[in-house]
C-alpha cells in the first residue's frame, strides 16, 4: 500500500512554478502552471489531499516549501547536484522536468539527496555574514582594479592592508585623479560599511554561545565560527563528525572504473562561503604566524611531500580536517588544545 496517494512535482520558477500531478498508478492526472505567489499556491496546494511535493532546491525553495506545509503535504527538496541529467534531456522543458521530479519522488526519494532547509532566523543571521563577504569582494576588486590603472602609468602604490588603502592612495598620480579619486572613495565607504558589518557579527556570536567554543581553534575567528555554526544549524544532523567535510564539499571526487582510479579535485558541493573560509583558516594554520599545534604539524608534513599542488592539497587536507574538528568540539563540548594527545592525564590509582 503506498503511504501518499497522489505526488506533486514543482518545478520552481522566478514568475511562475510548472507542476504535474501523479495519482496512486503513476499516471498524469494534471499539470500546469502557478504563479509564485502565496495566494496561487494556496489555491493550487489547499484543496487537494494530503500529497508528496516534490522541488528542486532553489532560491525560492525554502520559502515556497514551508508555505506548501502548512497545507499538511510532505515536502521533499531535492538536491540540485544530483538532478544533473535533468538537464541533458533531449527534450527539456519545465513541465517536463516537473514530471520528473515527481516520477523519482515516487518511485525512490533517497535519489534526490533531500535537503533540510535552515530555519528563518539562522537564514537572516547568515545574511549579515553573506552581505559582509559581498563587501569585501568588491572592495578587493576595486583595490586590484586602482593598481592596475596606476602601473600603466609607470607608477606603482604602495603595498598595504585594505583597510588601510585609502590613506596610500593620495600617491595616485595627478592625471589619474578625476578617475581613480571616486573609486577611493567608494573603497573606503566599503570599508567602513565592512568593520560595520564585524560589530554586528560580535553581537550575533553572543547570541550562539558554541561560537566561543569554536573561537579557541587556532585561526578561526567569529566569521569562520558563525558561518559553521549557521550553516550546520544543528550538530545532529550529523551521525559522524567525519561526514561534515562532504557536507562543504571538501571531500575529494571520485570516479573509479576498474583498476583506474584518478586523483581528482575537491565536490566543491554545499556552502561555498563556508568552505572558503575553512580553506583562509587552513592557509593560517601552514602561515608563518601560526603557533605549533598538531593540526599545524600534520599539515607541514603533507607540504614535504613535495609536488607541484602540495602545499594547496595540504591546506585543503588542513580545511577538511578543521570541520571534522569543530563539529567534534560542537558536539562533545570540549575545547582546543594544540596538543591534544600531550593533555595532563590522572595518574593511575
Given at each position: 500500500m503506498k503511504e501518499y496517494i497522489t505526488t506533486v512535482g514543482l518545478d520552481l520558477g522566478d514568475k511562475s512554478h510548472r507542476y504535474c500531478v501523479l495519482n496512486g498508478d503513476g499516471e498524469v492526472v494534471d499539470s500546469g502552471a502557478v504563479v509564485n505567489t502565496k495566494a496561487a499556491l494556496k489555491v493550487r496546494f489547499e484543496g487537494i489531499g494530503r500529497a508528496l511535493v516534490v522541488m528542486e532546491a532553489g532560491v525560492h525553495s525554502a520559502w515556497v516549501s514551508a508555505y506548501v506545509k502548512t497545507f499538511g503535504h510532505e515536502v521533499l527538496v531535492a538536491n540540485p547536484r544530483k538532478l544533473a541529467y535533468l538537464t541533458r534531456d533531449e527534450v527539456k522543458t519545465d513541465l517536463r522536468d516537473a514530471e520528473c521530479l515527481a516520477r523519482i519522488g515516487r518511485a525512490d526519494r533517497s535519489l534526490l539527496k533531500p535537503i533540510v532547509h535552515r530555519g528563518p532566523q539562522a537564514q537572516a543571521d547568515l545574511a549579515v555574514v553573506k552581505a559582509r563577504d559581498a563587501c569585501v569582494q568588491m572592495r578587493t576588486?576595486?583595490?586590484?582594479?586602482?593598481?592596475?590603472?596606476?602601473?600603466?602609468?609607470?607608477?606603482?602604490?604602495?603595498?598595504?592592508?585594505?583597510?588601510?588603502?585609502?590613506?596610500?592612495?593620495?600617491?595616485?598620480?595627478?592625471?589619474?585623479?578625476?578617475?581613480?579619486?571616486?573609486?577611493?572613495?567608494?573603497?573606503?565607504?566599503?570599508?567602513?560599511?565592512?568593520?560595520?558589518?564585524?560589530?554586528?557579527?560580535?553581537?550575533?556570536?553572543?547570541?550562539?554561545?558554541?561560537?566561543?567554543?569554536?573561537?579557541?581553534?587556532?585561526?578561526?575567528?567569529?566569521?569562520?565560527?558563525?558561518?559553521?555554526?549557521l550553516t550546520v544549524e544543528d550538530p545532529a544532523r550529523f551521525k559522524k563528525s567525519r561526514n561534515v567535510p562532504a557536507y562543504f564539499g571538501l571531500t575529494p571526487r571520485k570516479s573509479q572504473s576498474g583498476d583506474r582510479d584518478p586523483q581528482l579535485r575537491i565536490t566543491k558541493a554545499g556552502n561555498d562561503l563556508v568552505r572558503r573560509l575553512l580553506v583562509q583558516t587552513g592557509h593560517y594554520i601552514l602561515g608563518p604566524f601560526a603557533k605549533p599545534s598538531a593540526l599545524r604539524d600534520w599539515g607541514m608534513k603533507l607540504m614535504e611531500r613535495g609536488g607541484k599542488n602540495a602545499k594547496k592539497r595540504a591546506v585543503v587536507a588542513v580545511a577538511r580536517k578543521l570541520a571534522v574538528l569543530l563539529h567534534r568540539m560542537w558536539t562533545t563540548g570540549e575545547m582546543w588544545v594544540p596538543y591534544h594527545e600531550r593533555r595532563q592525564r590522572p595518574a593511575a590509582v
Open positions: 576588486a576595486l583595490i586590484a582594479q586602482v593598481r592596475s590603472l596606476v602601473k600603466v602609468t609607470g607608477e606603482r602604490l604602495p603595498k598595504c592592508s585594505a583597510d588601510h588603502f585609502g590613506p596610500k592612495a593620495i600617491t595616485i598620480p595627478e592625471a589619474l585623479q578625476p578617475a581613480l579619486a571616486p573609486l577611493v572613495e567608494v573603497i573606503e565607504d566599503l570599508t567602513r560599511r565592512i568593520h560595520k558589518y564585524d560589530a554586528q557579527i560580535e553581537t550575533l556570536c553572543t547570541k550562539c554561545p558554541e561560537t566561543e567554543l569554536l573561537q579557541s581553534v587556532q585561526g578561526v575567528g567569529p566569521i569562520t565560527s558563525l558561518a559553521f555554526a
